[in-house]
């Protein structure tokens, strides 16, 4: 349980030195693209001079995050839980580290518990979680584990350069004190206001406007939705564009690579529901709603999310019916590859 499965891709950036310790995935190279984990000092298109720590337990999202810093003109390492995390910082320093919530071995919120008590009263390391969750109370979960910042998952690329340039200005006066510019940790000018999330209970979702595709499927009349010859497959071009640089060998590649990591996700997860496993069932729900957000197939995600709260609430019911429409839906990703990135 919680094994999960390791994938090997190479993301292409400029060489630079590796820290000792790494144990992340080792990547195999995206074609048409620059994206390989590194992560030195190095300094690129004027970009201010940052060591970057990427904590991420899935293979699509440390790519795409990876991909957006590097057209940011950022380096980055990159490893896939908590324990890994803490090695590297134990090995050598660094300024920021995107921190994911929700990890196997060790979850983002005991890293930096365990980060801030060996810190002590020396340099403060700026941690900025990654999470699929936008609600006040996740909000204050994060600050009260020590963590200084949010980013809400999907992460955009235009919020995530806005933070790492506001938290590059306040790194020199954090450095031999854990006093922050901010009583609660959090800047307050980014993402939503208090009163916002107060008013809403969530912030504003990124990429709210998809395209509509439609695609031939034999619907199974099980009552996933998916009923009829022909459905109906939001693909969020505008996030698809974004990740891949508008590079339609990179899209396809993306694409595959999340089929083929989502397809290895649902025999586990079947097992997880015939067996009533909530734990598992939530840890396999959660990275499908993840990585189908991060991808660009927002129907996908958000059933994904209705089956990680049933789980939250012990109860199955209909959840073998949504298993069968991610299947369907994974079907239509496969046929958009086909017809649209061929």
């Known amino acids: 349980m919680n094994q999960g499965s390791t994938f090997w891709f190479t993301l292409q950036f400029q060489p630079a030195h590796r820290p000792r310790e790494m144990t992340g995935e080792s990547p195999k190279a995206i074609e048409g693209d620059s994206l390989e984990k590194t992560g030195d000092r190095s300094i690129s298109g004027g970009k201010k001079d940052l060591k970057i720590l990427v904590v991420e337990d899935h293979l699509i999202n440390q790519t795409v995050i990876l991909s957006q810093l590097e057209t940011l003109g950022y380096q980055a390492n990159c490893v896939a839980n908590g324990l890994e995390a803490l090695k590297c910082l134990e090995a050598q320093d660094y300024d920021i580290v995107l921190m994911d919530c929700q ?12 980060l801030r008590r060996r810190e ?5 390391t700026v941690v900025i979680a990654l999470t699929a969750h936008a609600m006040k109370a996740d909000r204050e979960k994060c600050l009260a584990s020590g963590m200084d910042d949010y980013l809400s998952k999907p992460v955009d690329e235009e919020d995530l350069a806005r933070i790492l340039q506001q938290w590059a200005h306040k790194i020199p006066s954090m450095q031999g004190s854990h006093s922050l510019e901010t009583p609660n940790g959090i800047d307050p000018s980014y993402g939503a206001t208090d009163s916002e999330l107060a008013e809403s209970g969530a912030l504003v979702p990124v990429n709210p406007n998809s395209d509509q595709l439609t695609y031939s499927s034999t619907g199974n009349g099980n009552g996933s939705g998916i009923d009829s010859p022909d459905f109906t497959l939001p693909i969020d071009r505008d996030r698809l564009e974004k990740i891949s640089r508008g590079k339609i060998s990179v899209k396809r590649q993306l694409l595959q690579m999340f089929l083929e990591t989502a397809s290895q996700d649902l025999p586990p997860l079947e097992r997880a529901i015939a067996s009533q496993d909530y734990s598992q069932v939530k840890h396999f729900a959660h990275r499908l709603k993840g990585s189908a957000a991060n991808m660009g197939v927002p129907i996908l995600s958000d ?3 209705e089956l990680e709260e049933m789980a939250c609430q012990q ?3 209909g959840s073998t019916e949504l298993l069968d429409s991610f ?10 590859i086909e017809t649209e990135l061929s």
């Not at 299947?327 to 958009?336: I, W």
């Open 103 to 114: 990890m196997p071995l060790m979850d983002g919120y005991t890293a930096t518990q365990e």
């Open 120 to 124: 002590g009263n020396q340099n403060r």
């Open 303 to 305: 059933r994904a999310k």
């Open 315 to 317: 109860s199955l019911e």
């Open 327 to 336: 299947r369907e839906l994974l079907d239509a990703v496969d046929v958009f």
